[in-house]
């Protein structure tokens, strides 16, 4: 007997239907799955078994072939462990034909226990679209499933429970998850009240909150970029529902959503230099996302920059412009999202004092070079704001409690509020994240400016793309002071914040 049962595969964040179909033939033995499936897949069938065994429930006589289908495309999660279980239930007659329009997925424990999944928000997302009303899920993934919101969601805790309810033993009683609007946890997280001096670093770090700009902080060890860097997240503005939906997909299938929660806050992700390549920009067998995906709608910030291995930073250049990132295998591409604001920190040389007023460097000019050397003009050119961290005096460390958080978060939201309304139906977030032709469109010059800017790009020698983001800065400070028209103050302070670049990498 012939019996077919939905399921659900990912690849990425692309969720597609998949069909197992179950083949009993009572003369012969053995259990074959097909359909391209990887070594979680074929030890499906010992799962199974001992599920049925320990289960005290009949395990089907004959000779089983299971296909998953579409069978060109591969497939390698123990989440197909349900759908076989009840596909080779249904072949041998021992449970009630379900409907195509439901879904099952699960990994099975050897006692019929289901075990947690990943990627379940992304599946149930696509259950709409894919034609699918109902989801069944194991209990402890229900109410991530339920957060999609349009399609109902069962949970289960163990193979006899669900049968119960397949064979209307017991009642179901589907969740239906609701947004609801929420403000950002913000407890617990650092203040800038605490940071003591470092009012450009701190204005620098207010100007990229409100556009998204990318950040680099050069100074000496112990003069604050770090603390500065963890106090980013405390005055960026409350994502909107897309964008937490989209982040806690992407935690989601990194198996990092707990509890059935979607994220509250924007993510700040700080991976160690040591990180490798995959990492650092995702892969691996299933590819996987990596740091820069796990930052998407928030901070990816990279301690000690220079550290890192050259490969690893230049995965970085182009995401970092386009916003997605591919990763392309033998079985197939994946893209992810990555539009995060990268901040970076690093020393001016390898001992950390060369360039410090009163301090004493002992590398040599071939030493701080070479340190200098690892991060390439390319990736530099894509930084939008260049800041150095002084070591503060006395006077500084001693002087009162700054200006707080949220004082600067309310700024960065009314600069935010400005780009919605200015970018409304065009996709755009933030003045980061705008093209060539937005740049023309909306970097609207005044001809004071325009001549101010025609001036420091003959001076500075910048290039198309520096060109762009100089425009996209002064638009953010343009913003941050509520001015329709960019302004020769606004280029001003946009330009100083590409000085650095020339005094330590000579450009």
Same mark, same amino acid.
């Given at each position: ?7 659900l595969g990912l690849q990425g964040l692309y969720c ?13 033995? /053995?259990?074959?799955?097909?359909? !391209? *499936? ?18 005290? =429930?009949?395990? *089907? ?10 069978? #060109? ?11 076989? =279980?009840l596909a080779l239930l249904r072949a041998g007659n ?5 409907? &195509? ?12 226990? =289901? ?62 998850? $609701? ?9 617990? =997280? ?5 940071? @003591? ?14 556009? /998204? ?76 996302? /990596? ?10 910030? !990279? ?10 930073? $230049? ?5 970092? $412009? ?58 530099? #050119?894509?930084?939008?704001? &260049? ?21 600067? @978060? ?11 309304? @200015? ?65 020769p103050e606004h280029l001003a302070e946009a330009v ?12």
């Amino acid at each position: 007997m012939l019996a077919t049962v939905t399921s659900l595969g990912l690849q990425g964040l692309y969720c597609y239907r998949v069909t197992v179909e179950a083949d009993l033939v009572e003369d012969g033995h /053995g259990f074959e799955i097909v359909g !391209l *499936p990887g070594a979680a897949v074929k030890e499906s069938r010992e799962r199974v078994r001992a599920s049925l065994r320990n289960g005290d =429930l009949s395990y *089907p006589d004959g000779r089983i072939t299971v296909n998953l289908a579409p069978a #060109d495309t591969a497939k390698d999660s123990p989440i197909y462990d349900l759908p076989v =279980l009840l596909a080779l239930l249904r072949a041998g007659n021992l449970l009630p034909e379900q409907p &195509q329009e439901y879904a099952f997925i699960g990994e099975l424990s050897m006692s019929g226990e =289901l075990r947690p999944a990943k990627g379940v928000l992304p599946m149930a997302r696509a259950c709409a679209g894919l034609g699918i009303s109902r989801l069944y899920v194991p209990q402890v993934n229900a109410a991530e499933a339920a957060l999609a919101g349009d399609v109902e969601v069962v949970g289960v805790s163990n193979v006899q429970e669900l049968l119960e309810l397949l064979n209307g033993h017991r009642p179901t009683v589907p969740l239906q998850g $609701e947004w609801a609007p929420f403000e950002p946890d913000m407890e617990g =997280l650092p203040d800038f009240s605490e940071v @003591r001096g470092q009012e450009q670093a701190k204005r620098a770090l207010e100007i990229a909150a409100a556009g /998204g700009h990318n950040v680099i902080m050069v100074g000496p060890p112990g003069a604050g970029k770090s603390m500065l860097a963890k106090r980013l997240p405390s005055i960026l503005p409350p994502m909107t529902r897309e964008e937490t939906l989209e982040a806690s997909e992407l935690h989601s299938v990194a198996g990092l959503l707990t509890d059935g929660k979607l994220l509250t806050s924007r993510p700040f992700r700080a991976p160690h230099h040591t990180i490798s390549n995959v990492g650092l920009a995702g892969g691996g067998t299933r590819a996987r996302p /990596g740091e820069l995906s796990l930052a998407h709608c928030g901070v990816l910030f !990279l301690d000690e920059l220079p550290e890192f291995s050259r490969s690893a930073l $230049e995965v970085l250049r182009q995401p970092l $412009e386009d916003g997605v990132i591919t990763i392309s295998r033998a079985s197939g591409s994946v893209t992810y999202p990555s539009r995060c604001m990268m901040v970076a920190a690093l020393n001016p040389c390898p001992c950390g004092q060369f360039g410090v007023e009163g301090g004493r460097c002992f590398c040599s000019q071939a030493d701080i070079a070479r340190y200098l050397r690892r991060i390439s003009g390319p990736l530099l #050119d894509r930084i939008d704001l &260049q800041v150095e961290v002084a070591p503060l005096s006395f006077d500084e460390i001693s002087t009162p409690p700054a200006e707080s958080s949220a004082a600067i @978060r309310e700024r960065v939201c009314a600069a935010r509020e400005r780009q919605v309304e @200015r970018f409304r139906g065009t996709g755009i977030a933030s003045n980061s994240a705008m093209g060539h032709r937005q740049v023309a469109e909306y970097c609207v010059l005044s001809p004071e400016a325009k001549e101010f800017l025609g001036g420091a790009y003959s001076a500075m020698r910048l290039s198309a793309r520096s060109y762009d983001r100089l425009c996209k800065v002064a638009r953010t400070i343009a913003d941050l002071a509520g001015a329709d028209v960019i302004a020769p103050e606004h280029l001003a302070e946009a330009v100083q914040y590409r000085a650095l670049d020339r005094k330590y990498w000579k450009r």
